[in-house]
């Protein structure tokens, strides 16, 4: 059995038994550390492999939790409430998919973040269906343990299809893409599908999270699930590992977040403006993250952890 299989499995078998030890803290801790995981990890999907800055990733997961929290509160099965979280945020890739992809660089990346703003601004004057500024709030309840182990799921489920895709047609189809579209579709790369599947999955995850994060916290507002820290923060994860790189959206989401936290409780005004630093050092002095600075490239190669296309 190779080194990687081993390092993984061992993790993957702590992270199983953990909240056994029945420490509240830490397994909070780990949640909201899965969540921005999957956010960096699923952005990353069409960022680093191929090519588009989607700065308005954070509304399909705004859009799972509040597709979640309306119809689980008008009766739907909690199940069924789930799915349809996840399925919004699809529809939503599959509606925006055409017209975004007519932009590229910067025009694509502004064009996203608007989106952000938008839906803030639709979920405030939505009051009927999203309770606006007050916030929408679902039936209580203790979610700790079940949370933890949906989160973990859907983490590795999407480092799972990104290490698939690496090694699939697919993947292949969104390199080239990321290199250069042109010469990708005059050599027949189906281009606009590529790029809305790559999208679309992305989307998918993000809404499921959504879904699940209303289910655990049992409210929600705009703020909080379209705000610009929380757009921001999975970006500069992504940015600060390494994006392209399956390990490095998981590296910089852990190094991140521990410095956020650590942030929080000493300088609390200043923990937002260090996602926007982040963004602007890495970009400036950093361009291609952490994983690939040659120690720690090395390091990673060494147990078989660095994989890209």
């Not at 979920?123 to 182990?149: A, C, H, K, W």
């Not at 005004?269 to 690939?292: C, D, E, K, N, Q």
């Amino acid at each position: 059995m190779s080194t990687n299989r081993i390092i993984l499995g061992l993790v993957l078998l702590l992270l199983l038994i953990f909240p056994a030890f029945n420490m509240p803290y830490p397994n909070t801790f780990l949640i909201i550390l899965f969540l921005y995981i999957l956010l960096a990890q699923s952005i990353d999907l069409l960022m680093g492999y191929a090519g588009y800055i989607n700065m308005g990733h954070i509304c399909f997961f705004g859009i799972g939790a509040y597709t979640f929290g309306i119809l689980w509160n008008k009766g739907l099965h909690l199940y069924i409430s789930f799915v349809a979280g996840g399925v919004a945020a699809v529809l939503f890739a599959l509606l925006i998919s055409f017209p975004f992809f007519r932009l590229r660089g910067h025009y694509f990346a502004l064009a996203t973040f608007a989106l952000v703003k938008l839906m803030e601004h639709l979920t405030l004057n939505l009051p009927s269906l999203t309770q606006g500024s007050d916030g929408l709030m679902v039936l209580q309840g203790n979610r700790m343990i079940p949370m933890y182990y949906l989160s973990l799921f859907l983490v590795v489920a999407v480092i799972g299809v990104t290490y698939y895709i690496t090694r699939s047609r697919l993947g292949l189809a969104m390199a080239s893409v990321r290199e250069q579209e042109q010469i990708a579709s005059d050599f027949g790369v189906p281009v606009q599908r590529t790029k809305t599947t790559a999208m679309v999955i992305a989307a998918a995850f993000a809404g499921l999270m959504g879904s699940f994060y209303t289910w655990y916290t049992i409210f929600i507002n705009p703020e909080m699930v379209f705000g610009i820290e929380i757009a921001l923060m999975p970006l500069a994860m992504a940015m600060l590992g390494g994006s392209g790189v399956i390990i490095g959206p998981v590296i910089g989401a852990i190094f991140l977040f521990i410095v956020e936290e650590t942030l929080w409780t000493r300088m609390a005004y200043l923990h937002t403006a260090a996602y926007g630093l982040v963004i602007l050092l890495v970009g400036l002095f950093m361009p291609g993250g952490l994983v690939r600075l040659r120690p720690f490239r090395r390091a990673l190669m060494r147990v078989g952890l660095y994989q890209e296309i």
